[in-house]
């Protein structure tokens, strides 16, 4: 099984770096995990190393394909007040 | 860096920058340096008021990655604070980001100085970063290179930094305390894993300050900066200050935090404010008691190049540097001239110290009259003369007039941008911009000025002048000096001279 990329990436490089086994690459758009070689860092790390350093909540789907940083995990800012927020500025 | 010639002393006459807290005291600041360092920023943009005026500087965006979340950033697009506001820069590689550098030195040869700020964390992009200093290190020499780190990484790559002759470094460091810390910093990445909370903090407060000693340790200079948060560590950053000085950081920068809710930060959704102008020049004033503070900053894009104030950087597009063909020796050589007939400029500047009335206007010395030196400015072409329309004036050349005589304090350009949202509002003119550049002037002398101006400069204090077009500036400030203490304008308030002169 694999973590894989969405297309919330934004080429910041930083799982690219960190993947023990050269599994990220660069594709047309955003960075992609190649499946045959992912190995959820097993073996190597404790905890999936793309997923960890990954700043965007979900851009990392785990192998079951969950988000592995769900909404709020990251910034902190709770999910209703950054919806309240975003359609305030929409409505603008 | 040298100093502008000392300002009388015992006056409030503001010093010889914009004195508006934007733009500033650096002259000041490195007044307390030691001669050493001030030689070592001397033609430095970023850290020297003076030289800003004559040096450019570049940013190469070649770090994307981070190793932190910082509660004011947002990863979706560059930092909105730490010297790279809001504007997604081209990403280059190493290899692209030196055939810019190169172009660029060969093109503007008052460049001299190449900084890597990000848009990620420059530390935490440790090959993309190292190779492309290696590389400009090798081909030309002659340039200084810096970088900004938020510190988390800056233990490991210290010796490599020493190595490649970077003497500058600036850490961003918004608290010594991890309870601060934890409201600043949700996460940082870490020894293969996520960790949050105070842990984090404490962690990344450790490297900060370690990262500090190595790095003062191998003689390399460290500026600080810090983001003002009111309620989180506006209290706390005159303990940072003192701190970071202890250790040996010779300057520290408080910036104003920038949040709004667009930016989709932490604090701007929840709805941090960012501080005043008062309170962030209240707390730069506070520390400055016992820090060197620098004022001047402009907080550039990361890809930002050319003179401060200034954005070539649409002339050096990769495709249109990719065309260049250019002798990199031959550029150094040509760079090397240019770097010393600036110094050679900046001597004489200097050299022309004190003109004095007698000289000039014919008056007598024991006709003097106690009186306080005034600041003003002038639009000039050049050809020491008053030539130019207030409205076509990029920089204005400042005068300081005394009883002494008239004395050249130095350029003042006007910013051909806004300095940033919280620093003024949007849309700024170019007349107010032009009148934020002269504050602490009070006469403005030049060719011609329009009616509009001609009010807005009277209503900030400042007395427009048209009626010495195409005089020589000296004589001309003298003349207006002599007028205004006829007037009485110039007249000492201070109730001790006035218990002297009564005497």
Redesign the interface.
Known sequence: MSYSITDLC?????C???CPNDAIYKASTQFMINKKTCTECEGD???A?CA??C??EGAILTPAGEPANPAGS????PPL??AE?MA??QAR | MTDMAPQNDATNAPSGGCSSGSCGSSDDAMAHLPQSVRDRVNNHPCYSEEAHHFYARMHVAVAPACNIQCHYCNRKYDCANESRPGVVSELLTPEQATKKVLAVAANVPQMSVVGIAGPGDPLANPERTLSTFRAIYEQAPDIKLCVSTNGLALPDVVDDLAELNIDHVTITINCVDPKIGAQIYPWIYWDNKRIRGEEAAKILIERQQLGLEMLVERDVLVKVNSVMIPGVNDKHLEEVSKIVKSKGAFLHNVMPLIAEEEHGTFYGVMGQRSPSKAELQELQDSCSGDMNMMRHCRQCRADAVGLLGEDRGHEFTMDKVEEMDIDYKQAMEFRAEVHQSIEEQRTAMKKVATVSLDAIAGVKTEEKKATRPILMAVATEGQGVINQHFGHATEFLVYEASSDGVRFVGPRKVDQYCIGSSECDEGESKLERNIRTLEGCEAVLCAKIGLEPWGQLEDAGIEPNGEHAYEPIEEAIAAVYLEMVEAGKADIQSDKIIQQATA
């Open positions: 934004v080429n910041c490089h930083a690219f770096d960190v790390h404790d905890d190393q960890s350093i700043p965007i990251l910034t902190g800012i007040r950054l927020v305030e500025i």
